[in-house]
Structures are given as C-alpha cells and as structure tokens.
C-alpha cells in the first residue's frame, strides 16, 4: 500500500538525491567498495552444496541422505588449512578454483537467530526464536532485514547505505537491485535503483523525432513549474529525479564496450555482468559506495532435487566465477566482495518425493580479492540424524553462526563504522564474536 509517510519518505529521499547530484564528483575509484548480495529463493541445499570428507562424516552423510547422496568422486574437493577436506557439488568448479587460490571462502551453518541456542534449549522452547521460522516468506524477509522478532520496514544493506552516504556523491546508484524490489537495499535514506538486465532504461514513449523530443521538453518543463502544492511539488521532483537517474544509466550501459569477461547466458549470469558494468561506471555514477541485490528462484527442492538442484548449481558457480573475473578485469577485484543468502537450508533426511525438506541453519559462499579465502569460518555442524547440532531428527541444524555475524563482518569491510554496526544488526550484541575475520 502506498501509504503517506511512505510518499514523504520517497520525497525526502528523491530530494536529497538531487542536492547530492550538485555536490563536486568524487574520485571514486581511488576508495571504492561494493557488496553484491546473491540471494538464492526457496531456501538452499546445504547439505549437497558443502559435503564433509572425513571417512566416518561422509558415510554418516551418504548413510542418512539416501538416494539424495552425492557420490564422493563427483564431489569438488576442497582442503582447509586445519586439513579437514569437504567436497563441493559437483558443478561448482569455479568456486573450487576460487577457494583454493584463496578468494573464495565458506561460511558455515549460518541462520537467523535471536541469540545463540543449543539443540537441546530449540528442543525445550527455552530460548526466543524468530518469528515463524520455517515460513519461506518471513525468514526471507528476516534474512533481509536482520529483524528476527518484528516487522521490518528497512532492509540491512539498506542500512548500512545510509551509514555510508557521505561517501557517494550521488546517492541514486548507491543501492541497485537487478531483481526488482528488495527490501534489503531500503533504508532510511537509501532507496534502491532498479535495473533490469537486457533491457532499456529510461523513458521508452519518447523517440528522437523532432515531435517526441518537444513533448518530452513539454513534459520536463511541466515538472520544473511551481504548481504551490507541496505534494505535487513534491511528486515532480521525485519524477524528474527518476528522469534523470535512467537517463544517465541509460546513457552509460548502451555506449559502454562489453566487458572482455565472457558470462553465462542464464537469469544469474545475465545480472552477474549487469553488475560489472555498473561497477565499471562507478566513477560516472559518482559512487565510492555501492550495494547490489540479485537472485535466483527455484531452490524450493521438495521434489526431484537432484537433477533440478543440480541446473540451479550450473548457475550459481559460473555467475559468481564470470563475476570475480570480470573485477579482476577491472582492477576491483579487492573492492568488490559478493555473498550468497538464502532463508534456510535443507533437511540431511529425503522425504518420500525424491526431495529434502525445510531446514535452518545453511552454509554460505563469500568471494573476492579481500577475502580471507581458502578457509571455513564457524563450525561445520554433526552431519547425523539425531546429533548434537540436529533440532528435528531429519538433520535440521541448529545454527552455529548467526545472521547478524555473517552480516557484521560483511557490513565493517563496506565502511559501516564500529559504533553503528549494533543499529543495522540489533541482535549482533548477543552474539560473540561479533566478527568473524572473513575478510581483510
């Protein structure tokens, strides 16, 4: 619902956009740093993503997955420097290359929590738990929001935005979505850009003929009028500001050379190189700040998980490797830092349709040039029905790693200051430690 606080703050926001736009450009590829967050929809398999490679952990895993097992010599295998090995899925050869030169690291059995909680305390309901925790719909936007137990009406990355404003000259790009809405890029102040992939932005009624061109004149001369009403003066300047920000993305990605990267041409590919040409045009932008949304439905793998999980790993490996190359192409490859989210993981134990069930906690990817790679941050879970770290009896894993954590760690690398961190993430206090060292 379009309500008229939301109205106002769309107003406030469009017109701080402007002022901003008159400031003197910054030089920002002297002090540039992106988050690219990739948001993996309908609750992501950990348990097929990420498998343990000690004899007596992976036939607990093969034993108690069944016919969902993954057969070991499928597996992308992996060392860490304790010398634990894990076997990634089997299409995920590019963050095996990635992992093991150091720019890709895991972090595992992440969740929304409220504040830490054992197995036996989830068991005895002696510990708060967010809010409808298996509903796909509310740990989507809690994983967003980092709210656990209440509504939300910003989203974490929008809130670190906001800590970082002063560092863009023009705010308008300093958040970008390439998958539509996103409640994780709204803030306070931050309102994100939305971009399509593939497509033309701007204002596609006006062609260049000498009569369209006078209309769009007309239009524009509309908007600048002083009507003295302050609501439709006020929609006028959020008008012209749109005008303006997809005229100059429009401006930049069709004269802008393809990248010499090459990209997957899939739904996540496409957005992957979306967002390195965006990354390209920072200092056109006027941003040293950015933080992009993008995502992919369909791990929702109640049934015939294999071959369909296996299609959606075929995606996420190579978008996420075209990506890290292209920021190497760029010289940013330490200044752009992408992660997966998802709301949930999966259950260890199949149900009767050839699929896993919904989970909690999940492993996570974190890429780039200032990653701490090569490693796996927190600690893996018991891979057993049953076990220390199973809240269900079907390999449901309690996290050992929060949300705000995984967060915390990502948002002090973009710039959020020490002092605001407990104001994007309000339950980081219960956790300790705050940081997990993931990244330089």
Not at 21 to 26: G, Y
Not at 249 to 270: E, I, K, Q
Not at 394 to 418: C, I, M, N
Request: aromatic share 8%; net charge neutral.
């Amino acid at each position: 619902m379009f309500t008229r606080r939301g109205f106002l703050n769309t107003v406030i926001s469009a017109t701080a956009v402007e002022r901003l736009a008159r400031l003197p450009a910054l030089a920002a590829g002297e002090d540039y740093r992106a988050l690219v967050c990739v948001f993996l929809f309908g609750g992501n398999d950990c348990n097929n993503t990420v498998v343990p490679l000690g004899t007596q952990d992976y036939q607990g895993y093969q034993t108690a997955r069944g016919a969902l097992a993954l057969a070991r010599n499928t597996l992308r295998e992996v060392t860490t420097p304790g010398g634990a090995g894990y076997g990634l899925h089997p299409r995920l050869t590019d963050l095996q290359q990635l992992f093991s030169q150091k720019k890709a690291a895991i972090v595992a059995n992440v969740g929304m929590m409220v504040q830490p909680m054992t197995r036996d305390e989830y068991r005895r309901r002696a510990a708060p738990l967010p809010i409808n925790l298996f509903s796909h719909s509310d740990q989507q936007l809690q994983w967003q929001s980092a709210i656990a137990t209440g509504s939300a009406r910003y989203g974490w990355g929008g809130r670190a935005a906001d800590s970082a404003a002063g560092r863009n000259a023009d705010r308008a790009l300093a958040t970008v979505s390439l998958s539509g809405n996103a409640l994780f890029l709204l803030g306070r102040d931050a309102r994100p850009a939305l971009v399509d992939t593939g497509t033309t932005t701007g204002l596609t009624s006006f062609n260049n003929s000498q009569e369209q061109q006078a209309r769009l004149r007309a239009f524009q001369e509309i908007l600048a009028s002083d009507e003295g009403y302050l609501l439709v003066q006020a929609g006028n300047q959020v008008t012209a500001a749109g005008i303006r920000i997809t005229s100059q993305l429009s401006s930049v990605l069709t004269t802008s050379p393809r990248l010499n990267t090459p990209f997957p041409a899939t739904t996540l590919g496409r957005q992957m190189e979306q967002v390195a040409r965006l990354v390209r045009a920072r200092d056109q932008f006027g941003v040293s700040r950015q933080i992009f949304f993008a995502s992919l439905g369909g791990w929702d793998t109640h049934t015939g998980q294999i071959s369909s999980h296996d299609a959606l790993m075929g995606q996420l490996g190579p978008a996420l490797g075209a990506l890290y190359k292209a920021t190497e192409e760029l010289g940013v490859a330490n200044q752009v830092t992408a992660f997966t989210a998802s709301e949930f993981g999966r259950t260890l134990n199949p149900n009767s349709n050839a699929g896993s069930d919904h989970g909690w906690g999940s492993h996570h990817f974190v890429i780039g040039g200032a990653a701490k790679g090569g490693q796996l941050y927190g600690r893996f879970p018991t891979v057993a029905l049953n076990g220390p770290d199973d809240a269900s009896g079907r390999g449901v894993w309690v996290p050992t790693t929060s949300l705000d954590q995984y967060g915390a760690t990502l948002a002090a690398w973009f710039g959020v200051p020490e002092q605001a961190l407990a104001e994007v993430f309000p339950n980081l206090g219960n956790f300790a430690p705050a940081r997990l060292g993931f990244l330089d």
